[in-house]
């Protein structure tokens, strides 16, 4: 079974986020990048089946300034081969980074993708999905417990409460992860250097996906406002403690 | 193309879910604003339409392949119910089931989609929206501009009561295209979350933590505290996933809605999907030492100390 994991590069957002002048998008230069948590699950889940069940990995990411890092740190992992797609505006929306990737896509052999099932920029809607429909593929979101049999494979689609269906899925087919079977594994710096140094380098593709705002346009990006959040209680760790108590005391007399 | 808001309903085990009365409530108000109808989208295998009555209209249609969700199933025949019925505005639940059907209906359709919203509201011949980005920490005002739009909800953005009414409204039926995906989905049933674990909802007092709490080897700092306060541990998904605890253990959009009088949140960022979990606990103390915590807007009180020195700190205390 060959695997294809196009990951998304997202603003981390434990930094602190800034608006742009013009209001609209964050402030692009201060933004620093890492990988999607859900699609670092969605490669995991990949290497699992791939060393399960053989076949490849093939990861493709759109180019920004931790790219080749993800890309190379993927190879360490494992991955066969990682594809970095140019020529794609920082500011892309899911539309127009399913279409690079999509067109990216063409000459990979694949029974299945595997990308994270949501990301913290997708305000025009999943990756997964949107690819999926691209392709005329079905697609799957939200999905834990995968496992083949044959051609087959079985995944479980997680609801509210902890209730999960079962669906049995025939590639090709898209799945939008939720969690890898275990924590992501570790790429140790050291290898990922030397496969830097030993690997052909990245393959590249020039991508000419314009960033088309598909009709819903953002006219206003802001922080929310702060002021009716938490009341923050001042004082030292055992003067916040002993507030916190009160409150605590209080609540359960 | 019409003024009518299409909401589409979503149902598990024979039940509407909470976000379509969620929708219908807010349908309403949008389908007053454009002087359309409010529809509703009732795909599945014969299930009745008692209780949508806060719709003007069911648009119903039935196969064996509706009875439970089906994303290939469902996206042809909400697909074929949207090209029919031609909605301003189609409102999908930003749920595990929404997911799969708004972005792929976007693109089937070419109408766009805007996700993860938490308000919509017409204004003048738009349809504006405002999403919540970047965890809960950016928010995003969009206008859909064109003749049609798709717009996904944040479960509990709008109260469900508002649209809970009594009675079926007038049905339309439409027959299943006949193509409804070639069955390379298949749904072979539903599993249900394993017992004999802390049932996490039934608890007054819950000490919830998160990836501030770094490694398993700390969880037995929280346990104490919990016990010391009489309540239980739960979590935000990263411990799960990472099987520090048990999945049923984990507070939000996948995991369990919870309501006690405490609920004092450690090392919890506060992301959208945690906070649907747990914004309606009657007191909620959060420590974090991001300042910026999105958590931060749902608590009642808070704390930026570390919560390795609140905790043993607050043990002793209550102990």
Redesign the interface.
């Known amino acids: 079974m060959n695997i294809a994991v196009p990951i998304k590069l997202?603003?981390d957002?434990?930094e602190?986020?800034e608006?742009n002048d013009d209001g609209n998008d964050?402030e692009r230069d201060y933004v620093s990048y890492k990988v999607n948590?859900f699609c670092d699950?969605a490669l995991e889940e990949a290497l699992q089946l791939k060393e399960a069940h053989g076949g490849t990995v093939t990861v493709l990411a759109l180019e920004r300034d931790e790219t080749e890092k993800a890309l190379f740190t993927a190879l360490a992992k494992g991955v066969d081969r990682a594809i970095k797609i140019t020529g794609v505006d920082e500011d892309a929306n899911?539309?127009t980074a399913a279409t690079a990737m999509c067109e990216a896509l063409a000459d990979v052999e694949y029974d299945v993708v595997m990308t994270g099932?949501?990301a913290?920029?997708?305000?025009?809607?999943?990756l997964g999905?949107?690819m999926?429909?691209?392709l005329g593929i079905?697609?799957?979101?939200?999905v834990s417990d995968i496992s083949v049999t044959g051609d087959v494979m079985?995944v479980?689609?997680?609801?509210?409460?902890?209730?999960?269906?079962?669906?049995?899925?025939?590639?090709k087919?898209v799945l939008?992860v939720?969690?890898?079977r275990?924590?992501p594994r570790y790429a140790p710096v050291s290898r990922v250097r030397q496969i830097m140094k030993e690997s052909g380098g990245l393959d590249e593709k020039e991508s000419d996906a314009s960033n088309d705002d598909?009709?819903?346009?953002?006219?206003?990006?802001?922080?929310?406002e702060?002021g009716?959040?938490?009341?923050?209680?001042e004082g030292?760790?055992?003067e916040?403690?002993?507030?916190?108590?009160e409150?605590?005391?209080a609540?359960?007399s | 193309m019409s003024n009518d808001i299409l909401v589409v309903a979503e149902h598990l085990k024979g039940a509407i879910s909470d976000v379509t009365f969620e929708l219908l409530g807010k349908g309403r108000e949008l389908a007053t604003a454009t002087g359309g109808s409010l529809n509703i989208a009732l795909l599945s295998s014969g299930l009745s339409s008692d209780g949508l009555g806060a719709a003007d209209k069911v648009i119903r249609v039935d196969h064996d392949r509706l009875g439970e969700f089906n994303p290939e199933a469902y996206i042809v025949a909400l697909a074929a119910v949207v090209e029919q019925s031609s909605p301003r505005l189609t409102l999908i639940g930003n749920t595990s089931m929404g997911m799969d059907l708004a972005a792929a209906l976007s693109v089937r359709q070419n109408i766009p989609l805007v996700a993860y919203a938490l308000d919509v509201s017409i204004d003048g011949d738009s349809v504006v929206t405002t999403s919540q980005l970047y965890g809960g920490k950016v928010y995003a005002e969009s206008v859909i501009a064109g003749d049609a739009g798709i717009v996904s909800v944040l479960a509990g953005s709008f109260p469900a009561d508002a649209g809970r009414k009594e009675g079926a409204p007038s049905e339309e039926s439409m027959d299943a295209p006949e193509a409804i995906g070639d069955g390379r989905v298949v749904f072979k049933g539903l599993v249900e979350p394993e017992g004999g674990d802390v049932d996490i909802t039934q608890h007054d007092y819950l000490v919830a933590v998160g990836r501030g709490i770094q490694s398993e080897d700390n969880l037995p700092l929280v346990e104490e505290l919990a016990k010391a306060l009489g309540g239980a541990v739960c979590s935000s998904r990263p411990i799960v996933d990472s099987k520090w605890l048990p999945k049923t253990r984990q507070v939000g959009k996948s995991g369990l809605k919870v309501k006690p009088k405490i609920y004092l949140a450690l090392g919890i960022s506060g992301a959208p999907e945690h906070i649907e979990g747990m914004k309606d606990a009657e007191l909620i103390i959060a420590v974090n030492s991001d300042e910026t915590a999105p958590i931060f807007e749902h608590a009642h009180y808070g704390t930026t100390e570390d919560l390795f020195d609140i905790v043993p700190a607050l043990t002793a205390k209550l102990s």
Do not use: C, W
């Not at chain 1, 913290?120 to 999943?126: H, L, T």
């Not at chain 1, 009716?228 to 209680?233: N, R």
């Open positions: 997202v603003p957002v434990a602190e986020l608006i964050l948590e699950h899911s539309h099932v949501q913290a920029d997708d305000r025009d809607g999943q999905v949107r999926a429909s691209m079905p697609h799957v979101s939200a079985t479980h689609k997680e609801y509210a409460g902890g209730v999960m269906a079962k669906f049995e899925v025939t590639p087919v939008g939720q969690s890898a275990q924590t598909e009709g819903a346009v953002v006219r206003r990006m802001y922080l929310p702060k009716e959040g938490a009341q923050m209680i030292d760790a055992d916040v403690a002993a507030k916190i108590a409150l605590l005391n609540k359960r």
